[in-house]
């Protein structure tokens, strides 16, 4: 009877909802079994949802009669109800990008770093959503975008892993790949917040006059402006600055829903709360404990943080291009591009991939990467990481520089260990400062693209005279020999170079005069026997009979320009 009463009612309650959707029921009584169907909506993601909802009340349920029957169905109305509001808010986004909502006043962007890992997704569906339900944004429409094409979206195993517990269907997000920033900017309807990240990557530098908040964990690289809200804060997780903002402003905006994407979110990034990984802060810690309070029933910390660690190192089936891209960051200066990549193995692992090598230089190739930057990592059991990293380029020049730049830096200092490493093109290090992951390793390399971009102007200016140099003697004394005048490097003539395909395919950078091709139907080269003697007899004969024909050309058409 009571499973009766609650199919009904469930019935009832699905057969009426907003979207029309044709509903299965919840609840099957068979001759010997309860067999429960958690088929609330045409996307598997929402089935998490109820999983979790029935199977904690199912005993309560079936022995305490129908008081808990009623319990039951409230909460998993409370969770249909959830389910909704996030539905149809990213409903409403999906049609505003597709030009639906040409009248509104104009598109308030919500966008995450290049990575998009867990925390800067979640950021930004988190804090697109708080918007929305207090008109924060001045009448645009408020749109939280993900910084990757669609594509590259199930590379990102823990962030299908939480969205489909947390009952958000990947359907409906929009990614970078959908949404015209640059025409949206040139429009004049484009406003832009940045979450987990406080710069825009030098391909978006355009994008900067729309910028108008940012809200980031990181190391503060953006240039005060009165026009731009800044909160940058080095905690362990971008997503605990969000959950403090909507807990002051809004905090009847924070459902269990929104809750449990910034929970997963804190605790993946903050390695579980463990003090020894060195993530964590007071902050962090407050507000997943803020969470916890207000939400009881949210996941086990425990079981959700190694759910999500599971899924986040699960690389099974991946090519090495995709285990590149499943968590990289691309930074920039000058004419040298590196892809600074975290990889979810130990290094020697990795350096044993079949064709490595290859694949290396194809990446970079098709990318348009000077050098990769790999950074292992692995943990034991005490949640401790172990880290490595490795410097590949097919240019002997930007993988010196780079790892030096690396060895010498003292803020932090990596206390590298070299590592043997079965490849010339890749230099292998053992990292003793576990504590530095890449969001501490990433300034080191953009202050060295700094300085790298400045060489390569001073030796760009000096190339002119330099070349000059090789043609013209002023004094008139001899020429220097090429192996004893100094000479600057020109970091612009390298950039030639490289566009020319001479580091894609593992050329160093000294060009060398290729050698005279051998002409396939004769034997021997026609030069073998030294320059042929030419008298000067010969030659003036030779332009005697020129000017000869110059003369009987009354036309002024010369030889061989009919």
Known sequence: MQIRELNERLFHRCNSDPYGHQKEPFIRE????????????????????????????????????????????????????????????????????????????????????EACDLDSMVSSLAFAYFLSKTSGSSGKTVVPVLNIPRAEFPLRSDNVFLL??????????????????????????????LVDHNVLPSADIDLEDAVVEVIDHHHLERTPSMSCSVTVETVGSCATLVTERIHHKAPEVLDRQVAQLLYGAIVLDCVNMAPEAGKVTPKDSQLSCLLESRFPDLPPRGALFQSLQSAKFDISGLSTEQMLLKDMKAVSGGDLRLAVCTVYMTLDVFLQRRSLQQE?????????????????????????????????????????EVSQALEKSCNPSLSFS???????????????NTLASRKKVLPILKNFLKEWDKKQVHCGEAEDFEELDDHVDPTGSPSFDDDTRPRCFSASRHHRRRLLGTEDSGMEEDFQVPATP????????PLDAGLPR?????????????????????????????
């Open 418 to 432: 070299p590592m043997s490493s079965p490849f010339n093109n890749i230099k292998s290090y053992l990292q003793g």
């Open 164 to 193: 489909k517990e947390s009952g958000v269907p990947p359907e409906a997000l929009v990614f970078r790949d959908e949404v015209d920033l640059a025409g949206l900017h040139r429009a004049k309807r484009l406003m832009l917040t």
């Open 30 to 113: 068979g001759p010997t079994t309860v067999t429960f169907y958690l088929h609330y909506s045409r996307y598997t993601s929402g089935a998490a949802v109820f999983r979790n909802v029935v199977l904690k009340y199912l005993s309560t349920c079936l022995c305490t009669g129908p008081r808990s029957v009623n319990i039951l169905f409230y909460r998993i109305s409370r969770a249909c109800s959830t389910l909704a509001k996030m539905e149809g808010f990213l409903q409403r986004c999906s049609a505003a990008i597709k030009g639906s909502a040409e009248g509104s006043s104009g598109i308030h962007v919500i966008l995450g770093n």
């Open 534 to 562: 030419i008298s000067a007899e010969a030659i003036l004969e030779k332009f005697s009979r020129m000017g000869g024909e110059a003369g009987e050309n009354k036309d002024g058409i010369w030889p061989g320009e009919q």
């Open 518 to 525: 051998m002409n396939s139907l004769v034997e021997g080269c």
């Open 360 to 400: 290396l230089c194809e990446f970079c190739h098709k990318h348009r990467f000077g050098a990769v930057v790999a950074m292992t990592i692995s943990f034991n059991e005490r949640s401790e990481p172990h880290r490595q990293l490795a410097v590949y380029s097919s240019s002997t020049l930007y993988r010196e």
